[in-house]
Antibody, heavy 118, light 109 residues
């Protein structure tokens, strides 16, 4: 079964940091572009970060550029998102997603909730 | 404001057909493949259509996609109550160098 499982979400104060992790299984993780997509409460989807198979290409959404860093460990089939200088507007469910090609996102995790509040 | 424009809501009766539009520009839909996603309440999105008009394994033929210029359309025939969901279009934007989505369309059956 193709699966992505996120972890690391929780409650954090504005200005704080959080690191999300995502473990993949059942598909060739090493060869896959991966993405983080978030969804604020009752809002639409927003791309956060995209990373290619060997970390030579990374792309970030404008709202997180300079604050978030995406990385991966192919030996562990894991994807990470380091989130610094968190803002209230970063509150959302964060999904780990596999890109099957041409940025068609075909495998989604269940998501992990990040709440930024004082 | 979303980069891609979708109608906020559409509705149709069971058994009928509905189309959902997605409008963009030359830097996104006009030069890249479009995907469509279905998000049932309380669940993660699911890929319905990729590369404009292809369906992943397990997606019924009632769902179809098309693209013309800087617009794309998702069609759903034989509507069922279980199709009630939010639908999103998405693609790569070559100018923004990011994945972009429409604001989502809520389908009521």
């Amino acid at each position: 079964e193709q699966q992505l499982v996120e972890s690391g979400g929780g409650l954090v104060q504005p200005g704080g940091s959080l690191r999300l992790s995502c473990d993949g299984s059942g598909f060739p993780f090493t060869n896959s572009w991966m993405s983080w997509v978030r969804q604020a409460p009752d809002k639409g989807l927003e791309s956060v970060a995209n990373i290619n198979h060997d970390e030579s290409e990374k792309y970030y959404g404008d709202s997180v550029e300079g604050r978030f860093t995406v990385s991966r460990d192919n030996a562990m089939n894991s994807l990470f998102l380091q989130m610094n200088s968190l803002r209230v507007e970063d509150t959302a469910v964060y999904y780990c997603v596999r890109n099957r090609g041409f940025f068609a996102l075909d495998i989604w995790g269940r998501g992990t909730l990040v709440t930024v509040s004082s | 404001q979303s980069v891609l424009t979708q109608p906020p809501s559409v509705s149709a009766a069971p058994g009928q057909k509905v189309t959902i539009s997605c409008s963009g520009s030359s830097s996104n839909i006009g030069s890249n493949f479009v995907s469509w996603y279905q998000q049932l309440p309380g669940t993660a999105p699911k890929l319905l259509v990729y590369e404009n008009n292809k369906r992943p394994s397990g997606i019924p033929g009632r769902f179809s996609g098309s693209k013309s210029g800087t617009s794309a359309t998702l069609g759903i025939t034989g509507l069922q109550a279980g199709d009630e969901a939010d639908y999103y279009c998405g693609t790569w934007d070559s100018s923004l160098t990011d994945v972009v989505f429409g604001g989502g369309t809520k389908l009521t059956v």
